[in-house]
């Protein structure tokens, strides 16, 4: 069986109105035979957190949504967290801290569990905090502007469910720029993804992701760049050159294993309506 999908949303998703994001993952998990299990261990809002998305997930008709709230690493541990995500056919993390959340569930029975359930085919999907947190390298927290700077951002490892590149959130709303600028010119062999709010990014088991939602994608591909990032003093600006830099809003796809933007069967179908029009 191919690996499930993932999802990285860039937060802040639309929960009332075309809910197009949780839509698509709910789809994807199995419509109304889905079973979801919600882990909202990064929220400070506690049980709070899941059970807003168990309703919202009701609401789109899902039948069978279950909610993990471990905070500590005994809970994460315990089987019963690792039962019920071994029987999901779509796990969702909510935001918050994702330090917290790779602290708390890293190395833990429950992360052996969403590892297991996605090479077997469930789709992953994490918000916010849960977005960063599905690379294998995390961005942990750090500074925004649009300067890339030495030390401007603290990194640690994530859950590896997305492996090869970073994941950064809220991106155009909290001005991340810099900062993921920072990290490809540290780790140019990583993809940098930048999301947007209300937008995401779905990543089939080929690892071409399609862009959805209000807003963009923007993904930083350093793999022939040139830096001074390893003698540049703390806090100091630092320098990235031939940087490839694409802006994709929704329709859009791009192959994470090849580096380049692919066509879109939707935008393919309008470039011909157009070609035809004009001639």
């Known amino acids: 069986m191919a690996e499930g999908h993932v999802i990285v949303i860039g937060g802040a998703e639309d929960k009332i109105r075309e809910r197009v994001i949780l839509s698509r993952f709910a789809a994807l998990a199995g419509g109304q035979d889905a079973r979801i299990v919600v882990i909202s261990s990064a929220s400070s809002l506690g049980p709070l957190a899941g059970e807003m998305y168990r309703r919202v997930f009701g609401e789109l008709g899902v039948q069978h949504v279950a909610q993990v709230h471990a905070v500590t690493r005994a809970q994460a541990n315990d089987d019963t967290s690792a039962r019920l995500v071994s029987d999901a056919t779509g796990v969702f993390l909510t935001g918050g801290n994702q330090l917290r959340l790779s602290s708390t569930i890293g190395g833990t029975n429950l992360a052996r569990a969403i590892a297991e359930r996605h090479r077997f085919g469930a789709v992953i999907a994490g918000t916010s905090a849960g977005a960063s947190a599905m690379s294998t390298h995390m961005v942990a927290f750090g500074a925004s502007g649009g300067t890339p700077k030495q030390r401007m951002v603290q990194m640690a490892a994530g859950l590896g469910v997305l492996p090869g590149v970073i994941v950064d959130q809220h991106f155009q709303q909290r001005n991340r720029l810099g900062r993921l600028l920072a990290i490809i010119a540290q780790n140019p062999s990583l993809l940098g993804i930048g999301v947007d709010e209300d937008t995401a990014g779905v990543v089939g088991p080929d690892m071409v992701m399609e862009v959805i939602g209000r807003r963009s994608i923007t993904i930083i591909d350093g793999a022939g760049s040139d830096t001074d990032a390893w003698e540049v ?18 329709g859009y796809r791009f192959d994470l294993r090849r580096r380049s933007r692919v066509a879109a069967p939707m935008l393919r179908a309008l470039d011909g309506a157009e070609t035809l029009a004009s001639s």
Do not use: G, Y
């Not at 003093?233 to 929704?250: C, E, G, T």
């Open 233 to 250: 003093r703390a806090h100091k600006p630092l320098m990235i050159s031939n940087v490839v830099l694409h802006s994709l809003p929704a």
